[in-house]
C-alpha cells in the first residue's frame, strides 16, 4: 500500500466513490438478470451464487441482496445451506403466469431496499440509553425532543415489559414516576 499524497488525495476518493457507485450498479444488473433467470426457469442458482459472492464482500450489505431477492421472488434463504429455496407456492415465475416486473426491478435498487432491523443487542440497547441520560443530564434541548419524539415508542416498551413478567400492569416495578419537565413537554406536543 501507497500513501496518496494531499494533491492527489481528493481525485482518489472521488474515483473510488464513483467506482463504487459502478460496482453497485453492477451488482444491480447481476441480481435481475438472476432473477430473470429464476423467472424464465425457476433455477435459483444464480440468485445463491449472488448471495454467497456478496457475502465475501466487506462492506457489502448482504442482507440487503438477500431481502430484495426474498421480497421479490418469494423465495426463502436457507441460512443452514446458504442457499434459495423455492415456496411451496410458486408465484413469481413464468410458468405461474406473473409477469416479470422489469420496470420496477430497473427503479428499484437493491442496495435501497429496506431491511427490516434485527434485534438490538443489549450492548447496544445499554450504549444508548447511557447516551440519552448523559444528554438529557446535561439538559440538551435536542434530547429532550429526541425523548418527546421517542415516548410513544417507550410507553410500548413498559406495556411489553409488563406483559413480559417485568412488572405489574399499573404498577412502577418497571419505571419511576415520568420526569416533570417531559409531562409538561407531552401534553405541550
Not at 434541548?141 to 411489553?160: F, G, H, M, R, S
Request: aromatic fraction near 10%; include cysteine; hydrophobic fraction near 40%.
Amino acid at each position: 500500500m501507497e500513501i496518496i499524497e494531499k494533491a492527489k488525495l481528493g481525485p482518489a476518493i472521488k474515483r473510488a466513490g464513483k467506482a463504487q457507485r459502478s460496482l453497485q450498479d453492477t451488482w444491480h444488473e447481476l441480481a435481475v438478470s438472476a432473477m430473470w433467470h429464476y423467472w424464465k426457469h425457476s433455477d435459483s442458482t444464480f440468485m445463491t451464487q449472488i448471495g454467497n459472492e456478496i457475502t465475501l464482500c466487506h462492506g457489502s450489505k448482504k442482507d440487503k441482496m438477500l431481502g430484495y431477492f426474498k421480497d421479490t421472488c418469494k423465495v426463502n434463504w436457507d441460512d443452514k445451506n446458504l442457499r434459495f429455496k423455492k415456496p411451496a407456492d410458486d408465484v413469481f415465475t413464468a410458468h405461474s403466469g406473473a409477469e416479470f416486473p422489469m420496470e420496477r426491478l430497473v427503479s428499484e435498487r437493491w442496495y435501497e431496499f429496506a431491511v427490516e432491523p434485527k434485534e438490538m443487542p443489549s450492548w447496544m440497547l445499554k450504549q444508548a440509553l447511557k447516551q440519552l441520560n448523559t444528554q438529557i443530564s446535561t439538559h440538551s434541548d435536542e434530547a429532550k425532543d429526541q425523548v418527546i419524539d421517542a415516548w410513544a415508542e417507550y410507553e410500548a416498551l413498559k406495556v411489553t415489559m409488563q406483559e413480559v413478567g417485568m412488572g405489574d400492569e399499573g404498577s412502577n416495578d418497571f419505571v419511576d414516576a415520568t420526569p416533570e419537565w417531559l409531562v409538561k413537554d407531552l401534553k405541550v406536543a
